[in-house]
């Protein structure tokens, strides 16, 4: 199976400050990579496939790059409503995993 | 619209089997994708529990494999999940989902916790 190393754990900002978040794959997935956001007691939301394709309806603040083992989410010009929880997965081949998640808070 | 609704007791006890049922509509269970279950544990990550293609092909998390089963129902437009020998460290919000690539839909998850 493909291990999906996400870092940092946890992350406090302030509002308008850029953050980042990297994943790191155990192979390489070429870009077969998924951010999602995940609000408590909700599932999560895709915000970007592809490892940098924008979900339709997502705030432009959020992009994502990378290809091959290493990858990175970044969100420009915090918001409050972008307090949750960030998890990157792979979709190369199954089983699917995730990364252990980032905690982001203000 | 695809749409997946998880279903099942939201109390298990310790040594029983966890059994939930995700029905699926909007979209066939037999189409060529791959259904999915995650769970949650309070306050912690995803874990992917398993994969399962509606022909019966199987992918089991190795730290659950002994435990689990994941079964369709293709007449009923649904697909299960069974647990067995669940113990408190299986509380958690168990997700049913369908993945096609990138490309997936959420239930919207169901809390099941193991207590006497």
């Known amino acids: 199976d493909i291990q999906m190393t996400q870092s940092p754990s946890s992350l406090s900002a302030s509002v308008g400050d850029r953050v980042t978040i990297t994943c790191r794959a155990s192979?390489?997935?070429?870009?077969?990579l998924n951010w999602y956001q995940q609000k408590p007691g909700k599932a999560p939301k895709l915000l970007i496939y592809?490892?940098?394709n924008l979900e339709t309806g997502v705030p432009s603040r959020f992009s994502g790059s990378g290809s091959g083992t290493d990858f990175t989410f970044t969100i420009n010009s915090l918001q409050p409503e972008d307090i949750a929880s960030y998890y990157c997965?792979?979709?190369?081949?199954?089983?699917?995993?995730f990364g252990q998640g980032t905690k982001l808070d203000i | 619209q695809v749409q997946l609704q998880e279903s099942g007791p939201g109390l298990v006890k310790p040594s029983d089997t966890l059994s939930l049922t995700c029905a699926v509509s909007?979209?066939?269970?037999?189409?060529?994708?791959?259904w999915g279950w995650i769970r949650q544990p309070p306050g912690k990550g995803l874990e992917w529990i398993g994969y399962?293609?509606?022909?019966?092909?199987?992918y089991y998390n190795p730290s659950l494999q002994s435990r689990v089963t994941m079964s369709v129902d293709t007449s009923k437009n649904q697909f299960s999940l069974k647990l067995s020998s669940v113990t408190a460290v299986d509380t958690a919000v168990y997700f049913c989902?369908?993945?096609?690539?990138?490309?997936?839909?959420w239930g919207q998850g169901t809390l099941v916790t193991v207590s006497s």
């Open positions: 989902a369908r993945f096609s690539g990138w490309d997936n839909y």
């Open positions: 909007g979209y066939s269970i037999s189409s060529s994708n791959w």
């Open positions: 399962m293609h509606y022909s019966g092909s199987t």
């Open positions: 192979q390489d997935i070429t870009n077969s």
């Open positions: 592809d490892a940098s």
């Open positions: 997965q792979h979709y190369f081949n199954l089983p699917y995993t």
